[in-house]
């Protein structure tokens, strides 16, 4: 299944455009789990939520200047982000929004029309 949707046009930097299979369409590529930052678009190979650490979003977190804070697509789901993921981001001033990854995708597109300066990432859809 296949769906695209209207991203605000000032928007700046990668732009999901739409979902594919278990995926995310991003200026024309294709990524089933996707790292974002205002800059660029990265395929991600997450590990399960419950192990995700703050290891795995060095990229995220290391921006200069650190972004506002991380949204979390947790998959076709909400869940609730690892708690000690959730210290380890506060510790360094960064908050986390976790929701599903279709939610955060359509986030990121409103927040980078704010010119936000913000970090994603978005695990598979299942």
């Not at 990668?14 to 089933?32: C, I, L, M």
């Not at 650190?66 to 609730?80: D, K, Q, V």
């Amino acid at each position: 299944m296949s769906s695209r949707f209207d991203q605000d046009p000032k928007a700046t930097g990668p732009v999901v455009q739409g979902f594919a299979g278990r995926g995310f369409s991003v200026d024309g590529g294709v990524y089933e789990g996707l790292l974002l930052t205002p800059l660029s678009a990265r395929q991600w190979d997450p590990p399960a939520l419950a192990d995700l650490t703050i290891l795995h979003l060095e990229e995220l977190i290391g921006l200069q200047p650190p972004p506002e804070f991380l949204l979390l697509g947790t998959g076709s789901r909400f869940s609730f982000a690892p708690p000690k993921l959730v210290r380890a981001l506060e510790e360094r001033g960064i908050g986390i929004e976790a929701m599903d990854s279709r939610a955060a995708a359509r986030t990121w597109g409103i927040l980078r029309g704010e010119e936000r300066w913000i970090a994603a990432a978005l695990m598979p859809l299942d």
